[in-house]
Each structure stands twice: as structure tokens, then as C-alpha cells.
């Protein structure tokens, strides 16, 4: 049976780590900006974040593993100038499955139903329903290529996003990279044999319905880029990952009418976007994270 869940974890790898030697079970951070100033204010706010992310996969039978699991991360910050204090709330629900189509292909297949609002009066308006599948082609042991799409609808409307990506471990561990696009990219090097240096890039995209004066009246989406260097040390366990962070990240934190909508979103690009932005423009900002992973290692032949 543990042959097994080594197998599978080897499949399905590929969605919930980006890698072909472990799966993260466990993912923890939280981060904090300095001042980020408002257009046109001598305001600003700090935008700190808690994030948390949760994978438990179940082994059905030798071409099939079951995904399930949870990402749960709250958003604190100021929407205004001289405003009190907004959390937003995202909660993602994980239920799927990995089979391995061929010696060469595998296939990940997950919904993922999220509920994303400020958690006041919620209700079905505060729910949206989304999806991934990827496609992951073994050039060889150590290299791999991958290919998706993410979809579902936001409070804006339908989106549409393609995924393309791969992953590289040199022979001897020292050099690796991982990258699904364009959401994350990683790549890392070994400094000794508990420490790596490394540098990463998050793309991050989600609405939150909000509500005014116990009405829903409007929502905010969230467009962030995260440029970040870590150092990470694994001293205390082998398993358990200690990274710190620092970096620079983009600030879309913007509001709108509950009605004020799109016709279609196909990542990059926004058609019909029309819409009027209700607050002010966030200005870009330093951030430092501290972050703990739980790595479940995979050793294939």
C-alpha cells in the first residue's frame, strides 16, 4: 500500500507541487508589505496576508488517485484612503483525480468550488464554481512538460486561463526549476545540504463580493504579481521547509459595481471590460513572508 501512495503522489504531483520528486501536503505563510501609498493621497495602507493550503490525496487503484483538499487565506487591508480596516476571505474547496494515460502521460483533473466575500450575510451570490485540468508529459526522469487550463466564472463574469509549463532537476539536486505558467515559477539551488537559495514568481487573481450597508452592492478583484528571492533551510526536519521571503509586488486591489461586468476573460486579456473602478489606484510594494512547508518526498525509478 505504501508502494502505492508513492506512485500516486508521483501522479498527481504535478498539480499540487509542480514537481516530479515530492508533493506539498502542507503550505503555510504569512505576509506583510510596508506603506503602500494611494494614487493621488498622501494616504496608504499595509496589505498583509495569511495563506494556508491543504492536499490529501486518496489512492483508488493503480491508474487512479482521488485529490481532495482545501486553500483557506484571509486578506487584510484598506480599500480607502483614511477607511477602517476590510478582511476578505477566500476559501477553495479541492476534489479531483489523477490516472496515468500512458507510460509517458498523465492527467490531473480537479473542481474547485470557492467561496470568496468579506463573510458578512453569506449566501450563494458569495460562490463560484472553477476548474483545472493538466496534462503532464515525462520527457525523462528529470524533465517534464506541462500543459492545462484553468476556467470557472468571478464575480466579473466567465474567465478562461491556458497553462503551459515544466519542470527540471539537475542530476545531483543542486539546480532545480518549476514553472507553470502564468501563475508560478520557481527555481532554486543547493548552498549546502540543508540550505537553497532561491528566487519565485506568484500570479494571483480572485474576486470578493462585499457588503455595504448590509446590501450587496459591490465586489473587489484582486490582480497581484508577487517577484520574490527566499532563503529556505530544512534543519529541523527533513520534511518541513522553513522559508523567508522578500520581494516586490503589484497591488490590484479594485472595486466595483455588483453589476459591472465583462463579456469574457482569456488571460491576458479582458474583452468588453467596460467598467468603472470605484476606488483608488494601489501603488506597488516591499513585502517580506515567512512561509512552512510540509514536502512528502517521492522517490521514483
Same mark, same amino acid.
Given at each position: 500500500m505504501v508502494n502505492k501512495l508513492l506512485l500516486f503522489l508521483f501522479l498527481i504531483s504535478p498539480l499540487l507541487s509542480n514537481s516530479q520528486e515530492y508533493v506539498d501536503l502542507l503550505n503555510l505563510s504569512y505576509s506583510k508589505t510596508g506603506d503602500t501609498s494611494f494614487e493621488n493621497s498622501s494616504e496608504g495602507t499595509t496589505i498583509s496576508i495569511f495563506d494556508?493550503?491543504? @492536499? !490529501? =490525496?486518496?489512492? %483508488? $487503484? *493503480?491508474?487512479?488517485?482521488?485529490?481532495? +483538499?482545501?486553500?483557506? $487565506?484571509?486578506?487584510? !487591508?484598506?480599500?480607502? =484612503?483614511?477607511?477602517?480596516?476590510? *478582511? !476578505?476571505?477566500?476559501?477553495? !474547496?479541492?476534489? +479531483?483525480?489523477? @490516472?496515468?494515460?500512458?507510460?509517458?502521460? @498523465?492527467? @490531473?483533473?480537479?473542481? %474547485?468550488p470557492i467561496l470568496a466575500s468579506d463573510y458578512k450575510n453569506i449566501g450563494s451570490d458569495d460562490i463560484y464554481v472553477g476548474g483545472i485540468a493538466v496534462w503532464t508529459y515525462k520527457k525523462r526522469k528529470n524533465f517534464n512538460y506541462k500543459f492545462g487550463l484553468y476556467t470557472g466564472n468571478e464575480a466579473f463574469g466567465f474567465y478562461i486561463t491556458p497553462l503551459v509549463g515544466i519542470y527540471y532537476i539537475s542530476p545531483n539536486s543542486g539546480f532545480e526549476i518549476s514553472a507553470l505558467l502564468p501563475g508560478l515559477f520557481d527555481m532554486n539551488f543547493g548552498i549546502s545540504s540543508k540550505t537553497r537559495l532561491g528566487i519565485d514568481y506568484k500570479g494571483n487573481s480572485e474576486t470578493?463580493?462585499?457588503?455595504?450597508?448590509?446590501?450587496?452592492?459591490?465586489?473587489? *478583484? $484582486?490582480?497581484?504579481?508577487e517577484f520574490s528571492c527566499y532563503l529556505q533551510n530544512n534543519s529541523l526536519d527533513k520534511n518541513l521547509l522553513l522559508r523567508l521571503k522578500t520581494g516586490y509586488s503589484t497591488n490590484s486591489y479594485d472595486v466595483y459595481d455588483v453589476n459591472d461586468k465583462i463579456d469574457l476573460s482569456i488571460t491576458p486579456f479582458k474583452f468588453g471590460n467596460n467598467r468603472t473602478k470605484l476606488n483608488s489606484e494601489l501603488a506597488y510594494s516591499s513585502f517580506l513572508k515567512v512561509e512552512a512547508i510540509y514536502r512528502f518526498p517521492i522517490y521514483s525509478k
Open positions: 494556508s493550503k491543504v @492536499t !490529501l =490525496p486518496i489512492v %483508488l $487503484n *493503480e491508474k487512479t488517485a482521488l485529490i481532495t +483538499g482545501f486553500d483557506f $487565506n484571509i486578506k487584510k !487591508l484598506q480599500l480607502l =484612503p483614511n477607511s477602517n480596516f476590510s *478582511e !476578505l476571505y477566500y476559501t477553495r !474547496l479541492k476534489l +479531483g483525480f489523477s @490516472t496515468q494515460h500512458s507510460d509517458r502521460w @498523465t492527467g @490531473t483533473y480537479v473542481l %474547485l470578493f463580493k462585499i457588503q455595504n450597508d448590509k446590501a450587496l452592492t459591490t465586489y473587489l *478583484e $484582486n490582480n497581484c504579481l
